[in-house]
Structure formats: structure tokens, C-alpha cells
């Protein structure tokens, strides 16, 4: 029998703790990764809170994970052994379904995400189908990867899918997880950068990370200065928009596109969107050519999330600080499954925290 290590919560909202389970027989299209890091995206603490509704317990988080092939099912195609790959939101898709066969397999109705119904990359292996295990390239920091296989790829899919012109004006709303990779991608696209923001603390941070204008919405006329300029605006943020507001920055055939999971319903005027023949849409994450062409992107113009490390015995501390609000930007977990030997010891014995980050 093998067994994986990993950290799972029992209940929602629960602490994480060690957790053993036997994988089972791999499948013969799936590969195993041993992890080195996985991030810790905001979508990690939603299931863990069962704020979706479709979490399963025990839950093991972690959909960025970075680590390297030590096994291939008999099917797996174009990988190998040894290689270094990334895993992001999906674990699996049908490849026989249009959405699939057009090369939209993050859309197949018959896909599963790596922590939805699985168990993810907190854990010193992670198993999943073979399209979903992407090669790395060598110029990347793999310690940094992992934010980009679901935030970066998230930001980065509607500037492939909507043709985004490099000469195009593009707003991007919140400066956090999402965004920062955001206001990266968009300037190196050769876009004319607008940030959004609540604070006028992270101006000089927006700036440095590519915007060329910095939009404070609280302050009143923040948006009418720019009604009718943007070609795209594309929301990062979980919270309610202002949706009339934004419509009306928008040029003409301009589109306001979602990305962040807003729970309450978004309210959209129709002639905000009849006058001018503007459009609201949204995406999920990208599929594996998408992800594969963000990656060669960032590796070229040395794109890269801003990150904090915490051993992943330390994952409730690495939670809680996710949590409050306090990380800057994106939180990645080291694998040190090696060094906790049993429950008791991971808790008792303190990992230096600086051994592990520098």
C-alpha cells in the first residue's frame, strides 16, 4: 500500500492537520508529482470554508503546485520522468467533449478541479491527468511558479481570448492576489495600464508593478475623469462592483470582465450596455495551451508574483495570515513533509521559519 502525505481539515473552516492516505493504483493517464511548493490561493480558503457549497471532507488544499514527475500512467503523453511541471485549478478533463476537442478543456462539463471531489497539493504527492501536468520553463524561479497556475493564468486567459490589442487601454480593479500578476501582464502586453484601487497607499506599488494611471474609486469623480476611454476592464476583486459606474468608463465596444468571485448578483443596466455596445463577461481559469503560453510569457518579460513563504507544516499560520488580509501578495508553501514526522512532533518541534525562506 502507498501512502501520501498531506494536511486536511475535517470540517469547515477547520484547523488543517496531518492526514495519510493511499492513492490507489495510478491511472493510466495520470502522472504523480512529487511537490516541491504549492501556493496558497484565495480559492483554497473559499473551499475550505465551504463558501461554494461543494467542499468534501476530509479537504486537502493546494491547486498551484509545483513539483516533479516520479511516476507515468502507461498513457501519460509527453512528459517524463523527472520532469519539472505545474499544476493549477484543473486535475482532469473528458477529451472527447466540443469544449475539449476545440481546445477549451477548461471548460469540459466533465472535468474536475484538484481540490474539487480530489485531494490537492498540500501534500508531499499530487496526482493528476497528463494535459494538466505543464512543463516549466527553466528560466522561470519555480519557487514563485505556483501563484501563476491559477491566479496568473486566470488574469492572463482573457488577453489570448479576446484578442487584446497592445496599443488597447485596459483597467485592471484591485491590487491584490489576482491584480498585481494582472497590472504585470497588461503592460507587458504593451497595453496602456489604468489600476483601481480603495487605497492610495498602493499607488506606488501599482506603478511599479506596470500601471501608468492609479484610480482611487473612493474619491468622488475618480471615474468620470475617464468615462469613455477604456477598451477593457478586468475585475479581480470578490466584492460588489459598482457595475453602472465602470460601464460608463468604458469606450465604446468596450467589455468589463470578471475574474474574482463576486457571490451577490451584479446589477448591469441595459442601456449601459446598449449605448455604446459594451459587453460584461467573465472566465474561469485557462486551459493547458493557455497556461502553457502564460508561462513562455512570463518567463520572457520576467513576469513573477510577489510571494511570502511558510513551511507547509506551518499551513494554519500560512491560512490565518491569508486570512486577515495581510498577505503581500501570494503565500507559497515549501514541502517539508520530510522534516514533520509524526503529528505530534509537527506541532511540538518548531520549523525555523528562515531556514525555509531564504
Not at 522561470?140 to 492572463?156: I, M, N, S
Request: net charge neutral; with cysteine; aromatic share 8%.
Amino acid at each position: 500500500m502507498q501512502e501520501f502525505k498531506a494536511n486536511a481539515a475535517f470540517r469547515p473552516g477547520g484547523p488543517l492537520e496531518p492526514f495519510s492516505f493511499d492513492p490507489g493504483p495510478l491511472d493510466p493517464e495520470e502522472v504523480e508529482i512529487k511537490v516541491t511548493h504549492c501556493g496558497l490561493c484565495h480559492s483554497d480558503l473559499s473551499m475550505l470554508d465551504n463558501e461554494w457549497g461543494m467542499s468534501a471532507y476530509p479537504f486537502v488544499p493546494g491547486h498551484e503546485a509545483v513539483g516533479t514527475i516520479v511516476a507515468m500512467g502507461d498513457q501519460a503523453k509527453g512528459l517524463k520522468i523527472g520532469q519539472t511541471v505545474g499544476v493549477g485549478w484543473s486535475a482532469s478533463s473528458c477529451l472527447r467533449c466540443p469544449e475539449c476537442l476545440s481546445g477549451h478543456q477548461n471548460l469540459c462539463q466533465f472535468g474536475h478541479g484538484t481540490i474539487v471531489g480530489r485531494y490537492g497539493g498540500f501534500a508531499d504527492r499530487l496526482r493528476v491527468q497528463w494535459p494538466w501536468a505543464r512543463p516549466l520553463p527553466e528560466a522561470l524561479d519555480h519557487a514563485t511558479t505556483g501563484p501563476l497556475l491559477c491566479g496568473g493564468v486566470t488574469v492572463f486567459t482573457p488577453f489570448l481570448e479576446y484578442d487584446v490589442s497592445p496599443t488597447a487601454r485596459v483597467g485592471i480593479i484591485g491590487i491584490g492576489g489576482l491584480g498585481h500578476m494582472a497590472l504585470q501582464f497588461a503592460n507587458k502586453w504593451g497595453c496602456e495600464v489604468h489600476a483601481f484601487t480603495t487605497s492610495d497607499n498602493k499607488e506606488a506599488e501599482a506603478r511599479r508593478l506596470g500601471a501608468h494611471f492609479v484610480h482611487n474609486t473612493k474619491r468622488d469623480g475618480a471615474l468620470k475623469g475617464i468615462a469613455r476611454s477604456l477598451d477593457l476592464i478586468l475585475s479581480t476583486v470578490n466584492v460588489p462592483l459598482d457595475t453602472p459606474a465602470l460601464l460608463e468608463t468604458l469606450a465604446p465596444l468596450g467589455r468589463l470582465h470578471v475574474v474574482g468571485v463576486i457571490l451577490k448578483p451584479m446589477k448591469v443596466p441595459a442601456f449601459g450596455l446598449i449605448a455604446g455596445q459594451k459587453s460584461v463577461t467573465g472566465s474561469p481559469v485557462g486551459s493547458p495551451t493557455a497556461m502553457d503560453r502564460m508561462l513562455a510569457f512570463s518567463a520572457r518579460h520576467s513576469v513573477a508574483p510577489v510571494v511570502e513563504y511558510f513551511p507547509m507544516s506551518k499551513v494554519n499560520d500560512a491560512f490565518e495570515r491569508l486570512r486577515s488580509g495581510k498577505a503581500h501578495y501570494r503565500i507559497v508553501l515549501i514541502n517539508d513533509f520530510d522534516k514533520s514526522r509524526t503529528m505530534t512532533e509537527s506541532r511540538a518541534e518548531e520549523q525555523p521559519e528562515a531556514a525555509l525562506t531564504a
